[in-house]
């Protein structure tokens, strides 16, 4: 086994190397590296492109071009995980997504990035994400967080009408809820009936982290 | 060697091409019908023996416009200066624009905005913050401050200039007072570096003696020069820009045929720092609008018409007591119009309250400042990488995004700049983080450097040399009586 496979598949995302990636993610499982391993060294590599972010060292195209790494060498390593009938630990899921009217992604793709490097699951709906859809998703990937995005004023309030459909489902108390966006803040998050707000991505992973009860 | 900034654009000219002939015409009829006072003996036998027509009763030499034209094609478009460390050497002139630290008399308190006598210790430590700025080529004379807790005022020139030596490896600008430049030459060749010289003129139209023997022993140590004027428009100049421009050109153009017939070929950069009268206090009327039209003009016709390079003071002295507002516009105005108007150096970092007081967090924050100007003369690159045409055919509309392609990784910075002590956060991140200003943030860049930094080291014996030189100064002034 070719453990310098793993540094490169670190370096691959320290180096946001975006074009190697999937060759390298297939070259490690033909080289018969432990999937896991190289999913631990892909997020270590994200992780410490998240640290220099959260700390002003590293800029946004470094966190989303580290983003677009991943995005192409984990569905390999993935694949390669279900196949060995192996089992990946996180620590909780998060279906994220911005509202409905709304096609802003930047602030979202932050925080979806953010928390993967942290080790959360996270299955990100995309832009102008129907409530419907939003319900659908925590149902069926039991989410432990909804995380929703909106970066207009007129689309904040979508957000109230998602927390109303999950409630008439029944299904308010098995998700936390945590929002974000320009427009938002904490009064408008609470009366909205959200369990969360963060003003920035970095603050987002946090919150997540507290009302899981895991930091 | 400092690379400083480079200019790419076409500078702005604010006159026309028969307005820079009509300005230059009437320099030369004023230099050769009234002539320029010089305080000195040796400079007039000088002139005299250079075909001047010389009032020796007057001290007034009137110079033959053959003689003045010809001074000007001597003088070089650019020069070197040599810094005590090979890498903070200076080549003036071209489409190179560097930065100079101001000066102040005294330290200002940047909450509120009083001024008091600075220790030594403050003033080692802006040498050495200055020392640290990446924007900041090198200093003018008794810099930065002209008054120092425990140090005599004859004192304070060569002391100054021991202490820029000790605590920085950049360039400083000799001054001219009591004789100090004696001094300061050798405290600098000690060190294996040049100063820049220094002569500045008495508007109107006269130097003193201690200004000229400033010149004649920076030009024999072969130190290339720095000459200024200094009018006032409405009190020692014209109150025209035209007049003052014209009246301002003859100071300078005088300096410029003394250097040349002392050392011919030496560089020479030339200084404006010409300013309205605030027509109620009669004192200057620093960070005004005048000052970067005046500034503008003199650009165009030093550096675009004679090839001679130039730099702007006004910049660096705002009439604002505070770090507020109106000292933002007052230094942008003047800068920004300096840079663009083709000087080679821009005096700012620092300056507090007109020439009254200095604070290295001022220098901290003006070196944001300095970089967003340089960046803008730089310009913009225009080729088939830059205009991304592919890549907007191949992003498309939304949802297509820029943000993950390797374009904006590689030129974001580029295109753009990250200041370092700006407030740049979100609102509810400013909050969040203790609601900083940029005060609070060059605070925090100041500790750091103060924590940090390290000066080139001076070579053994340089500083048992300075030592030795300035006692020396010390005995020098004593047996004159000015101690």
């Known amino acids: ?215 | 060697m400092r690379r400083g900034y480079i200019r790419n654009i076409e500078p702005l000219k604010i006159l026309t091409d028969t307005q820079v002939e009509a300005i230059h015409r009437g320099t030369l009829d004023v230099l050769e019908e009234t002539g320029v006072r010089f305080e000195s003996q040796r400079a007039l036998r000088m002139f005299k023996k250079n075909e001047c027509i010389v009032d020796f009763e007057n001290n007034r030499v009137r110079f033959p416009s053959y003689l003045v034209e010809e001074c000007i094609r001597r003088t070089p478009s650019s020069f070197l200066v040599k810094a005590r460390d090979l890498k903070n050497n200076l080549r003036f002139g071209g489409n190179t624009l560097y930065f100079m630290c101001s000066a102040g008399a005294r330290i200002s308190d940047p909450e509120t905005g009083e001024t008091r006598v600075a220790t030594m210790k403050e003033n080692n430590e802006a040498i050495l913050i200055s020392d640290a700025l990446e924007n900041l080529d090198y200093f003018p004379s008794y810099t930065p401050y002209f008054e120092v807790e425990g140090v005599e005022p004859v004192m304070l020139c060569p002391t100054s200039c021991a202490m820029r030596l000790r605590y920085s490896s950049k360039v400083s600008r000799g001054a001219q007072s009591a004789d100090t430049y004696i001094w300061e030459i050798q405290m600098a060749q000690a060190c294996g570096a040049q100063l820049l010289g220094n002569m500045e003129a008495a508007s109107p139209l006269s130097y003193s003696e201690d200004a000229i023997n400033a010149g004649f022993g920076y030009a024999e140590a072969f130190f290339p020069m720095y000459i200024a004027g200094g009018g006032v428009m409405g009190g020692t100049a014209p109150v025209t820009i035209a007049g003052a421009t014209i009246s301002n050109n003859a100071e300078l153009l005088a300096a410029v045929v003394f250097f040349q017939l002392i050392k011919p070929g030496v560089g020479i950069i030339a200084n404006d720092i010409e300013y309205p009268m605030n027509m109620r206090s009669g004192s200057p009327a620093f960070g005004s609008l005048g000052i970067s039209l005046h500034e503008a003009a003199f650009n165009q016709i030093w550096t675009q018409f004679y090839r001679i390079p130039t730099n702007n003071c006004a910049a660096g002295f705002p009439n604002s007591k505070l770090f507020d507002l109106q000292s933002g516009y007052e230094k942008t105005h003047c800068a920004m119009t300096s840079a663009y108007s083709g000087a080679n150096s821009i005096l700012l970092h620092g300056g507090v309250s007109a020439e009254l007081a200095y604070n290295p967090l001022m220098a901290i924050l003006d070196d944001d400042l300095a970089a967003i100007i340089g960046r803008h003369i730089e310009g913009i690159v225009v080729d088939s990488e830059s205009m991304a045409i592919e890549l907007i055919k191949e992003v498309g509309p939304i949802p297509g995004t820029y943000l993950d392609k390797l374009l904006t990784k590689k030129h974001w910075k580029r295109e753009n700049y990250v200041p370092n002590c700006a407030d740049t956060l979100t609102y509810p991140e400013w909050i969040t983080s203790g609601k900083k200003s940029a005060i609070d943030y060059a605070r925090e860049r100041m500790e750091e450097i103060l924590a940090t930094h390290e000066p080139t080291p001076l070579a053994a014996g340089q500083d048992k040399d300075i030592d030795r030189i300035l006692k020396e100064a010390r005995k020098y002034y004593k047996d004159k009586g000015m101690l």
């Open chain 1, 1 to 215: 086994m070719d453990s310098g496979i793993l540094d490169d598949l670190y370096r691959v995302v320290l180096d946001l190397n975006f074009e190697d990636a999937e060759d390298l993610a297939k070259k490690s499982i033909k080289e018969g590296i432990d999937p896991l391993q190289s999913a631990e060294a892909l997020t270590k590599g994200i992780r410490e492109i998240g640290e220099g972010f959260a700390k002003g060292d590293l800029f946004l195209p470094d966190l989303v071009l580290a983003s677009k790494v991943l995005q192409i060498a984990l569905p390999v390593i993935q694949a390669e995980i279900k196949r060995q009938g192996k089992k990946t630990h996180t620590r909780g899921k998060v279906v994220i997504g911005t509202v409905f009217g709304d096609i802003h992604s930047i602030g979202k793709q932050m925080v979806a990035t953010l928390l993967f490097s942290s080790s959360y699951e996270v299955i990100d709906l995309g832009v102008n994400v129907k409530s419907s859809v939003f319900v659908e998703a925590v149902k069926k990937y039991n989410s432990d967080i909804l995380a929703m995005s909106a970066l207009l004023t007129t689309t904040a309030y979508e957000q109230k009408n998602i927390i109303k459909d999950l409630i008439s489902k029944g299904m308010r108390d098995k998700v936390k809820i945590i929002v974000g966006g320009a427009p938002m803040n904490q009064e408008f998050a609470d009366s909205i009936g959200a369990d969360g707000y963060a003003p920035t991505a970095p603050l987002a992973v946090t919150l997540v982290n507290k009302l899981l009860g895991l930091d």
